[in-house]
């Protein structure tokens, strides 16, 4: 449990630094909770910001991390005990079954946590390139795969946990994103939207199957969760008290949202607009509007910036590989950004369980909220109740508009998810993670207008109802991985052997990077690669990329050889079931290719494992590297 205990110390550094810097920027709260919850979410963004520092100089080492931590616990650290100290602890007595429920949750959540990932985009890439940058002590380039590039602020706080420790306290940062998102939805809910309806608003979303995959899958949405109820809650602050400490804190916590994926500035954007008519109501002179608005718009760009700016720098493309017609960018062009829509639209078709692939516009928006709460598998048929948001929202969306007791406050907080939702819904894809800040900024206004509508024993029967749904629903998400994930976590099941019973990927890298050795380079053949298990060097010939590797110039196999031999490459991993694939005549042609690749310019494969191969490379005078290694070898023996 040693990462569970590194992982409270990392915060509490964090919470030091956030402090520090809130205090710099006089954007402090008013209560010590908020002022402990925005200081760990701000000291959150700040190590994500240090740490892509540290890995763009090469010096992505525990000692220079050790530095800067003790930095800021000199800086904060003091500020972050008297708010410990100030801290209300008669809250607990009021919300206790609430804070046991979510506790059991997590404790819960902790095997899955603990125990090695298994599929998903973790896999692909939210924790891929973190642990190739722990590693490297520094950032890898990566013309090879655009989603080196596709790397914001959460993937960099999970390389420092990778560059202190590991994979545990890579994925437990991941888990306090969301128990901090718990607790600042709670706070968002009691202090502006209903009293004493937080613990009820957070055990909700707790507890939701989504919520569940979330924290036990690692990825950014969680992050973008946290700083979305944050900056929310700073925004309806300043809304009643007009200090400048809080609309500052609101701009931070934006732009900080705005770095955690390629969708977090919707957030960013929506509450400037608010901003700009809450300013238009105001009895203000147009330079102090101006004023106010430019400030917001400038703190938001500088602390969600980092991330972007390093795209920027490394492919002339600050969204890379989105955006190409509007800036470009290296190793991309206009056919893979072409064909990069193609796919998107492919797997819209191949997981929507009716599989007509239609965007939400339109008449058919509104069939949305009733798809998204009631039937989500319609939007993706991976694991139905992991995509589950629940029905709470959609049943009692209506009392938004009848409830009276801080109704602007309540109907402001439905607006900015509603809008959230049909942005992302018609501009992008309806998938439920995409959606998922939307809805809960959709539930917490749900939940603060049911409670102001109906009987306080009605609406806690209401809740308890709502969250054993939910947990039913869980539970039916634990097997079969969760038995081994608990002998994982205590030590009774070897992590080796977890992943050889449930990833095939992982039983067949185990075996191909022994062969492949760390001398070798290899070349993997998937559409969709997830090089989470390689161990040896590795180049990812997708043809959904542009890449090292332009599918479209090259037309025979001996092309695509000459092409490997030119990047060095000597073995050759293929999905064998994707050398068959023809969902479009592209697909169909690198199909082709690669079939004539493996079996006219390849040695007979060494490894067969899981619905994969692994293959030598001819070389270019026809050996092998293992043939002409075995050459060298006798002609010393005879020599």
């Not at 700009?276 to 760009?301: E, H, Q, W």
């Not at 009392?399 to 501009?427: D, E, K, N, S």
């Not at 989470?532 to 043809?543: D, N």
Request: net charge positive; aromatic share 10%; glycine share 10%.
């Amino acid at each position: 449990m040693i990462d569970v205990a590194l992982v409270v110390v990392v915060l509490a550094v964090c919470a030091a630094a956030g402090f520090a810097c809130l205090r710099v920027l006089r954007a402090l709260p008013r209560a010590a909770g908020d002022t402990l919850l925005a200081a760990t979410a701000t000291g959150l963004g700040i190590a994500g910001i240090a740490t892509l520092g540290l890995a763009a100089a090469g010096a992505l080492r525990p000692l220079p991390l050790a530095e800067l931590a003790a930095i800021a616990v000199v800086a904060g650290g003091r500020g972050v005990v008297v708010a410990i100290a100030a801290l209300d602890r008669r809250v607990l007595r009021r919300v206790w079954p609430a804070v046991l429920v979510c506790a059991v949750v997590l404790a819960a959540e902790l095997p899955a946590i603990l125990a090695p990932p298994v599929g998903g985009d973790q896999t692909k890439y939210q924790l891929v390139y973190p642990r190739l940058y722990a590693a490297h002590g520094g950032l890898v380039d990566t013309p090879w795969s655009f989603w080196g590039h596709v790397q914001f602020l959460p993937n960099f706080v999970f390389a420092l946990g990778y560059a202190l420790r590991g994979e545990a306290l890579a994925r437990l940062l991941n888990a306090a994103f969301g128990v901090l998102a718990a607790l600042a939805l709670a706070r968002l809910v009691a202090a502006h939207l209903r009293p004493r309806a937080g613990a009820a608003a957070a055990v909700v979303f707790f507890t939701l199957p989504m919520t569940w995959s979330l924290m036990t899958r690692t990825a950014s949405d969680l992050a973008l969760l946290l700083y979305a109820f944050l900056a929310v809650a700073a925004f309806f602050a300043w809304r009643v008290d007009g200090r400048g400490a809080d609309l500052r804190r609101a701009a931070l916590l934006a732009g900080l949202g705005a770095g955690t994926k390629l969708m977090g500035p919707l957030l960013a954007v929506l509450l400037g607009l608010a901003v700009i008519v809450a300013c238009a109501r105001r009895p203000r002179s147009v330079p102090r509007t101006f004023a106010t608005v430019t400030g917001f718009a400038l703190l938001v760009i500088v602390a969600g910036s980092p991330w972007y700016v390093r795209n920027a720098l490394d492919t002339g493309n600050p969204v890379y590989p989105f955006g190409y017609e509007l800036f470009g960018g290296r190793y991309w062009s206009t056919e893979a950004s072409e064909y990069l829509g193609d796919y998107y639209q492919q797997y819209r078709i191949a997981r929507g369980e009716e599989g007509d692939g239609r965007s939400y516009v339109g008449l058919d928006l509104l069939r949305l909220p009733w798809d998204l709460t009631m039937h989500p598998d319609a939007l993706d048929d991976a694991a139905r109740h992991g995509l589950d948001v629940g029905p709470f929202a959609l049943a009692f969306a209506p009392a938004v508009l009848l409830v009276r007791r801080r109704r602007p406050q309540i109907a402001m907080t439905a607006a900015f998810g509603l809008a959230y939702v049909a942005v992302i819904a018609t501009g992008a894809w309806a998938h439920p993670r995409y959606v998922f800040p939307g809805v809960v900024l959709l539930l917490a206004a749900s939940i603060a207008a049911a409670g102001g509508l109906v009987r306080r024993p009605v609406f806690r029967r209401v809740v308890a109802l709502t969250v054993i749904g939910n947990l039913v629903l869980v539970a039916r998400l634990l097997p079969p991985l969760w038995p081994d994930q608990v002998r994982v976590a205590v030590g009774a099941l070897a992590p080796a052997t977890f992943l050889r019973r449930h990833s095939p990927r992982y039983a067949f890298w185990e075996q191909a990077n022994d062969d492949v050795g760390p001398a070798g380079l290899v070349l993997v053949l998937e559409k969709i690669p997830h090089p989470y298990y390689i161990e040896s060097p590795f180049v990812l010939g997708s043809y959904l990329e542009q890449g090292l590797i332009d599918y479209r110039t090259l037309d025979t196999p001996a092309a695509l050889a000459a092409a490997a031999h030119a990047l060095g490459v000597t073995h050759v991993a293929v999905d064998v079931a994707g050398l068959e694939a023809a969902g479009d005549p592209f697909e169909a042609h690198v199909a082709r290719l690669w079939r004539g690749f493996v079996g006219e310019e390849c040695e007979a494969p060494l490894v067969r494992a899981g619905g994969y191969a692994l293959y030598p490379l001819r070389c270019e005078n026809g050996q092998s590297e293992i043939v002409r290694a075995h050459s060298r070898a006798a002609d010393l023996v005879c020599g």
